[in-house]
């Protein structure tokens, strides 16, 4: 931690800060430069995490050196995590993993349809909500249990693991019992009692950004996920909002490379609400490869113009199946698989 | 609704799209303009909610004519709403009402001197958190039920009302026990589970913009608590996200008079956490009155030094008083009191 | 300036780094923490600024602890910043100086029509622009000097002083004989060649913050004017660009105590481009002013229908003479006058 | 054009506002929905532009069908413009144009050195600043006219084209004279007066987006460039500005297929200035290629150690040359060459 003092800050200013910071059993370090007095801290900073030293009499600001997540960071971890899942899916591995379905669970034979085509194009997961966060009370909500039961059955059928999401800490466990892994969605990054219990839980989680969370803002929520000794974590890119609206959002692949310089955990890309167009869409997943992420999820219906949500955004299955022989080319390119 | 259609779109194309607005009960009108044929849909533009028409053939993009909320909106009721409370408290009336206390609840002495002392300056509600939404795991989370109870007891010795944060579906019985009013923090404002839980509890809710959220989507999730018949609700403006970095948000007070336009609801601004900084809440909370809030929530604590929380933006109680004589000038200019 | 090594730098990286310092004539402070060793740089933080110490082998990051700007800051000058004009008009005093008139000038006779309503409303300056930046070429271009001369016209004759637009520096010669104070438009916040001669120029200036320049930036552009001798400076917040819709950009009021903290420059608020709706105008003027701006301008049209740019921002002389009086009392009731 | 009623439209309104339609030449199409009525605009939508309708009693909004620009359009080009320069570089074809260099011109010796490594690593274009947008007015400001007979020598002695920036209309001429394209940076995007004498000078041009520019706001700045005659344009996408700090700016690919789909302009990726940090420039520059792009720019310097500006993000000739290796790999991937 760095303290900059205000240019007229007195000696007595100076001693109330050194003493607060010895209290806490830390070194404070003055060094008296040009213009300033600046204040170094030595020892550990979390101590002083508590302590608002921008509110101490003479001071101008406060800096910190180190980042705030421990666990989610390279220096605690150096190498790529990765975890394995049924069907032999291993996620943070060379193979690109691939989430794949519809944005909700609608009826079980158009899902199954869905899954039986995704799986023979590649994909291993199967996505679709059964509990939707919608932004309208008058939209269409999802079909809950029910919808879980048929994700179940349709992933069963076909070799495939299930992603769906979870918006409420009451919905954990009933969602473990159906899904391979829990999805926090954008809305929920840092609903916090979520975090926990999912990190709690143990279930693997795919946890998306916020659409104004920064990938420091993201870290700290996953760093909740792994502070309860949950480590099978895996990040989401899927968008922020900016001023920009020839896109429903942002989609910023500049996170991948910042993720995977930061954390240890993998990274998916999810170009389909990232974009919110299906023209889009390939582009994005293609570019996400090339930028190094580990896992793409792509929105897919049988007939778009029947979708009860994200219509605009799902591709047709021989669509998928285009895009995943092109994000594959791609993969192989940059040395991986798909 | 109105949908655009390709320059190229075909008359089947065209056919096709008409069929599906009848069938769904509405009467499509078909413009043919120079440059490009336009349809214009007749009936209630909420069964077109469902139907994804981006996705038909030949379409370029649609454009809704009316606004997605309906009982939040000027439309359904054109007079400002207005509800009471214990200790004849009003909000929404010509009196602002203010909203005092530390960011944390920390120990009951500290709690009760506060809430004497913004009591006395003119502050009808306590503040404080006894729930925490913290970035980090590793931060203070909060007392808990503990907090509530120190809350009630410090309210009901000074004859304030108590507003404190619910950040959990299963917190929402426990906290409507002890408090007068439910705030539903930025971070939560699209937790829709938590929404219907405090719509379905009829307390008053005080509902925060999110970080990333618009005007229109922050009344889409007032339109959540409305539908559940809940009416108490007060909007408040705690700033927004952008690049600028001089302060810890952009406190967007442009909300005060959009939101007066669009919705009945009363809203009041939070200048502490919008914009971060001890220095800027006065100027703030001036403008924020002179743009026609209807309730301000100011951070006092006894010793910003020791505070567990947002200690930078915390004012002490002279500050406090300070702050409140010149927002009382301020309404008066404007026809308002404090 | 400190230095943040990476957790693995080696000792020679951290010799080669202190070389490098000492070579510049500054002096290393070398602080071995924790966790991290940090190199304090003592000596004027300048000359570091032609030196990229983060491409250095061993560096992770490096802080600055001086702002950037000198001129403009308040180190440099602690008391406000004032300059006389014609007419007895002072520009940053207690009084709040007004500029009013139309976005463009379209003829003779309309000016002059605004010119007296708007000085018997109280304004001291008339606005309107000759040469006009239009996101689209097809659009209004404005008058060119013609338009500099009936500007110049309806001052005179009816006791105003001229605030109008210069785009490009070809144009500052020009314009310079028909105006008391140039204005650089949010677009040409960072064309510094412009900024350039506008500093030699010598002639009072209102510098409009860009869209997305922070605080932080604009004073950088302050300071390209300051260190060519042009002090004669007033700043103008006029809405960034976010991600809300509800009005045309987001008038950051935050900005007004911030610029008052940071600089000793005037601070003007332009609610009209800052909210683009009429209805928001004079809502916004107040809260600008309660949060302590040095100025107003606003655009006043007779008749809005038949403004040739930004009508439906543009207010009657009377609803700008029913602004004004809501404006006084404001201004009074935080110790100005306007 | 939609303008859509406000709930109490009166007939008069209602008149008023067809009476001026016809005015202007363009027939009314009055649809009287549930909720709202709403005229629709049959005729050319430009008419309209200079009428201000919004500010019309009795009108809530008017909503826009057709796109503002013209000659930068999709509508007006169906297939993608390619134009031809020296050297046989065709811009806008198959093969990704690459454009590489220094950020500044610092001196001859180190420029050919890096002009002979970047041509032998496949780029055709030399970039480097001769004049130097700084926002601080204590920076390195380029060398001038002796920075641009560098780079027209290196060039023509390694073969490759030259592509630099013109900061202020003054220059247009003699930049021209060095260079065979002429850059327009991002804080000049809407110098309009800049525009229009590129336009005239009908040299190619890289117009780069501004970082507060959404995707339509570029494409009018190019119609600047079109309505003046000159079709050589390249567009180039370098990060827009967004709340996230752990990049320099966002760079936005998604602007990538979006220019693809609604022009038929060439679009060049700058990861440099896009991300501000070596070690970002590589992947994202291959996500640039993935997405669709039809040139990158990458700033090298043979010591970023010494670099008067942009150290940070500059590589190494040896770094260049692979991510040259590697962006051709994703190239041929989506059947490109490079």
Chains 1, 2, 3, 4 share one sequence.
């Not at 170094?40 to 921008?54: A, F, H, R, S, T």
């Not at 059955?153 to 919905?171: I, K, N, P, S």
């Not at 693997?204 to 792994?226: F, H, W």
């Amino acid at each position: 931690m760095i303290i900059v003092l205000k240019k007229n800050a007195t000696p007595q200013e100076i001693d109330h800060i050194c003493t607060k910071v010895r209290e806490l059993g830390l070194t404070p370090n003055v060094s008296r430069g040009v213009e300033r007095v600046v204040i170094g801290v030595i020892g550990d900073e979390e101590k002083l995490q508590v302590q608002p030293l921008e509110v101490f009499p003479g001071v101008e600001h406060v800096m910190s050196i180190l980042k705030p997540y421990k666990l989610a960071s390279r220096d605690y971890r150096t190498e790529n995590s990765e975890f394995e899942m049924n069907h032999g899916v291993k996620v943070g591995g060379k193979k690109i993993v691939v989430m794949a379905g519809p944005c909700s669970v609608e009826n079980y034979d158009m899902l199954l349809n869905v899954a039986k085509a995704v799986k023979k194009s590649g994909a291993s997961f199967l996505r679709g909500g059964a509990f939707k966060p919608r932004t309208s009370p008058y939209s269409f909500q999802g079909l809950g249990e029910e919808g879980l039961k048929y994700l179940r059955q349709a992933a069963d059928e076909t070799g495939l693991l299930v992603c769906t999401e979870v918006m409420d800490t009451r919905q954990v466990e009933l969602v473990s019992q159906y899904a391979d892994m829990l999805q926090i969605g954008a809305r929920n990054m840092q609903n916090f009692d979520l975090l926990k219990e999912c990190g709690i839980s143990k279930k693997p989680v795919l946890l998306k950004r916020g659409l104004s969370a920064t990938v420091k803002d993201l870290l700290m929520s996953a760093e909740y996920l792994l502070s309860k000794g949950n480590f099978k974590v895996m990040l989401c890119e899927r968008g922020i909002r900016t001023f920009e609206t020839s896109t429903r959002n942002t989609l910023d692949l500049n996170a991948i490379p910042v993720i995977k310089k930061e954390t240890h955990l993998p990274v998916l890309v999810d170009p389909s609400h990232g974009t919110g167009f299906r023209d889009y869409v390939a582009p994005m997943a293609m570019a996400g490869v090339a930028a190094g992420c580990d896992g793409l999820m792509v929105e897919v219906h049988e007939c778009p113009e029947e979708a009860k949500s994200d219509g605009e955004q799902s591709l047709r299955p021989k669509q998928f199946d285009e895009l995943m022989a092109k994000a594959r080319a791609v993969a192989r390119a940059v040395g991986r698989d798909i």
